[in-house]
Structure formats: C-alpha cells, structure tokens
C-alpha cells in the first residue's frame, strides 16, 4: 500500500476505499513505510481533535436551541459519557472559535478556558510559538504544581526515585521530559533531557 502524501479527508477515503479501514478496524498490509505510518497517525490524532471540538459544540448547539431533554437524549444514544460532555462542552463554550487554535490540542484549550478571550489568545499564541506541551503551557499560567509530600521517606529520596525510573525507555518516556525536568530541579540536579 502506498499512503500518498494527502489531506486529512483524502486519506481517509483514500483508507476507507482501499478496504484498509472500516468501522472497527485498521489492516494495513506489510511493507507500509514509516513515512506512511506516521501520516496516518497524524490523520487520526487531527480526526480525534475535530471530533472533540466538534462533539463539543454540538452538544451546545442541541441545548442551546432544543433544550436539556434533547440535550440528554442525544448524549444517551451516542453513548458518551455525562460528565465528560459536561466538561467538553465548558472548553468549547469558553473558548470559542476564533480563538482555537488547530496547532494545539484539545487540553491545551482547557488549559486556558477560564482566561478572559484575549488572554486565551495570548498564551495559546505562546504555545503554538514556544511548543508547550499542556503541561508547560499550565505551568507558564499558573505556576508549577507543588510536588506531593513524602510518604514514606524524605522528599529527596521520592524524588530520586522518581528520577530513577523517569529515563527514557528507549524513544520515549516513562513520564514526560517537562515533568523530568521539574523533578530534577526540585533537587538541584542537572537533567541530561
């Protein structure tokens, strides 16, 4: 199979069409390339943010014009979940349209939902410049989140622990590389990140 080099849309019919995608599945056949591996998971990963944002303002479209009734109907046969609608439907309600930015997440959107519009833009812009993970990006507005007492054992010690089992597992993390390097300046330490 060779995934061409096409629009999110495109390549998904192109998947659809092929058979190599269907409504519970993903069969691709050997001999797929990285290159086409890795368009596809961008595709998914964009579909995903879409369908967040788009679920999310459809919720608030079906109560804002038919009411809590429907609003419920339309949550129980799509089977999703009441809270996480809830939820979904704050950042989309707070953080409208010409404000989101398609180069960041949908988190990253929470992040900065209970900012004034303009602050929105603001930091969201400095994500996309500075590419801040959702972490970062909460961290720039709020500050670092206070590492957790001790429980057993002193504060250092947890930490290095902690440090211990943060290197990387061969390309990727066992936590994320923000989160290491916070831990490692809580004690001192220099980071090889």
């Not at 944002?53 to 129980?76: A, C, H, M, P, Q």
């Not at 054992?153 to 990727?172: E, F, N, Q």
Request: aromatic content about 8%.
């Amino acid at each position: 199979m060779s995934v061409p080099s096409r629009t999110t849309g495109s390549l998904l019919a192109a998947l659809q069409e092929s058979g190599a995608l269907t409504p519970t599945a993903l069969i691709l056949p050997a001999g797929v390339s990285e290159d086409e591996l890795f368009a596809i998971g961008r595709m998914f990963g964009q579909i995903k943010e879409m369908t967040t944002f788009g679920t999310g303002d459809s919720l608030i479209y079906v109560k804002d014009n038919f009411g809590d009734d429907t609003w419920v109907r339309y949550i129980e046969e799509n089977g999703w979940n009441y809270h996480s609608c809830e939820n979904i439907m704050s950042v989309c309600r707070n953080v409208r349209p010409p404000v989101r930015r398609e180069e960041l997440k949908f988190g990253h959107h929470d992040v900065v939902r209970a900012l004034l519009p303009n602050e929105q833009k603001h930091f969201l812009a400095l994500a996309v410049r500075n590419g801040w993970t959702r972490q970062r990006l909460r961290d720039e507005i709020h500050g670092p989140k206070p590492l957790p007492p001790a429980v057993n054992g002193s504060l250092p010690d947890v930490v290095r622990d902690a440090i211990a089992g943060a290197r990387p597992l061969m390309d990727g993390w066992l936590i994320s590389n923000d989160s290491y390097v916070r831990l490692c300046a809580a004690l001192g330490e220099e980071h090889d990140a």
